[in-house]
């Protein structure tokens, strides 16, 4: 099993910055793909950002160029720095790890953490 713990959330002004952190732990084999997602009541969950254990990132058309994910594989953990934050940025945000124990794959979530964004 593979747990995730979100931290960084909380409430902030418009044109501010928030950097969210994920923690993996447990029985890690390997982590592959991480990312981070978002939610609002009544909406579908939506893919913020992702990350390669490579390196290579990928974003939403609505965050490119604000927000910036990083990982540390050492560390099993994800980031995301969150810049020139807007009211729509507000939800529900949630890292997702794609983990592989040596014979099969798994997805796992945090429990996730609230940004809210005042105008």
């Known amino acids: 099993q593979v747990q995730l713990v979100e931290s960084g959330g909380g409430l902030v002004q418009a044109g501010g910055s928030l950097r969210l952190s994920c923690v993996a732990s447990?029985?890690?084999?390997?982590?592959?793909?991480m990312g981070w997602y978002r939610q609002v009541p009544g909406k579908q969950r939506e893919l913020v950002a992702g990350i390669t254990s490579g390196g290579s990132t990928n974003y939403a058309n609505s965050v490119k160029g604000r927000f910036t994910i990083s990982r540390d594989n050492a560390k099993n953990t994800v980031y995301l720095q969150m810049n020139s934050l807007k009211p729509e940025d507000t939800a529900v945000y949630y890292c997702n790890a794609d983990h592989y124990d040596g014979k099969y794959s798994g997805v796992y979530w945090g429990q996730g953490t609230q940004v809210t964004v005042s105008s």
């Open positions: 447990g029985s890690i084999f390997r982590i592959n793909n």
